[in-house]
């Protein structure tokens, strides 16, 4: 467990968070790892154009959010796959947050269920016969913040309202960030909190809890981890501690953070100056996710400026804080490979690296038995200040690449955006709900975002 610092507003509050002298890691080299080059492209892959289902809303989807430096992102949505090959797709509304049942096929199966004074979709699990969600809601506590919670509803009706926060514990939720994966038997939350007492009042860090499937809090996990945490990442596991991965800002990068909350000894994924918002953006929503093989090891994409240089920052007088030296001023499209569940990676991979193109809303997802795939959108002309860049919108990209790296299909351009988790079926299609909208990253997000009264699910099937 790490030590908390001094209070600092963590992501998606509207202004740059400049770091503290003794306390953050600015940029890096990539530590316990190493740079490859993908192979030549192959132009004999699949077919990389989804199919797509238009979905009417009974309410009205704010599609946009702010994140830092009021940089355009895409309000999450999640995509969860049940047993028997249904869907639930979880979108934020004005009423609460709306959980809509569809068919294998994509097509709405049923009336929403709204799950009232809800605030964020931090995750979703699907069930035959309902759902589970990780979400914010009202608290006491001295913050006036909300309170992290996972909420199950089974035959439209709710069974449990399980909070994860509390004066109790002295933390809240005032964002999550988070990640909720079930592994059959319960539930793994992972998520972002701010310290309300204790040790850690005023601080922020993450915190993994386990939730059997009553809504009872289990043994594992931890109250405090990464700090700040900028991204977080969950897969579930069928024994032992679900694998988990962390943007630590203080210690400047992305860590391992299995079993062990990141502390000073997690092992690197890589190092990467991760002030509040240069990391790429978080995980869920907008940078990668964790995938497992089946001789199980991981990838994990992310948005990367890479790294010229790291060391410890010799203002920092506990020693534990990095400072990071930024290879670019652009993010490229970075894949990281581990070899099982606790270690750093074998090596890292990219797959852009046109120094004036920023790509952003980088995503991965198995495809078939032995392939991968990249999805993330660019921005050419790319402007960049404090860590975030505007500039012009050109397109969604796709490619397929092997668990070693090399490139499996040309890089294909698609009219279809990716704007959060991505569900697998159980014959290996892809499928995901997205606002039917074509971004610009032109300017900033002032003001309310824009909303839409329609989603399509996108199917892709290897």
Known sequence: MTTA??????????????????????????????????????????????????????????????GYNNTREWTRTTTAAAPNGTLRVA??????IHVTPLTAAGKRSGADTVV?????????????????????????????????????????????????TGTASNDTAPLLDGQLTWNGTKYGAYFVVHGAGGFADGHYG???????????????????????????????????AFTS??????????????????????????????????????????????????????ATAFASRGAASAKKNPDDSSGRGWTVKPKTSTHQVAVAFMKNRNSGPGKAVYLTSAAGTENVNVHIAPYGKNRLLLSWESLKNAKCSSGTCTGTFTGTHLRLIDWNGKFQSADKVVSTRITGDIAVLKDGTLTWAYAPVTPTYAKPLNG??????????????P
């Open 206 to 240: 993450d915190k993994l809890t386990y939730i059997s499937a009553k809504g009872a809090k289990l043994s594992g996990g931890w109250g405090w981890g990464c700090s700040h945490n900028e991204g977080i990442a969950l897969h579930a596991e069928t024994t032992g």
């Open 245 to 298: 991965l962390c943007f630590d800002d203080w210690r400047s990068g992305l860590f391992v953070s299995t079993k062990i909350g990141a502390p000073d000894v997690a092992p690197v994924v890589q190092r990467e100056q991760c002030w509040a918002g240069y990391c790429g953006g978080t995980f869920p929503g907008r940078t990668g996710d964790l995938v497992k093989s089946s001789t199980g090891r991981y």
């Open 91 to 96: 979108w934020p509304a004005s009423d609460g």
């Open 448 to 461: 309310a975002s824009p909303t839409t009264k329609t989603l399509r699910i996108a199917r892709l099937k």
């Open 116 to 164: 009232k004074g809800a605030k964020e979709v931090g995750g979703l699990v699907a069930h035959n016969n309902g759902f589970a969600l990780l979400t914010r809601v009202s608290d006491s506590n001295k913050w006036k913040e909300t309170a992290a919670a996972i909420i199950r509803y089974t035959n439209g009706k709710q069974t449990f309202r399980t909070k994860l």
């Open 5 to 66: 610092r001094r209070t600092t507003r963590h992501r998606r509050i509207r202004a740059a968070r400049k770091p503290a002298i003794g306390a953050l890691a600015a940029a890096g080299v990539l530590a316990g790892a190493w740079y490859a080059t993908a192979g030549a492209a192959t132009t004999t892959a699949s077919n990389l154009t989804p199919t797509t289902t238009a979905v009417a809303l009974t309410a009205k989807f704010p599609y946009l959010s702010a």
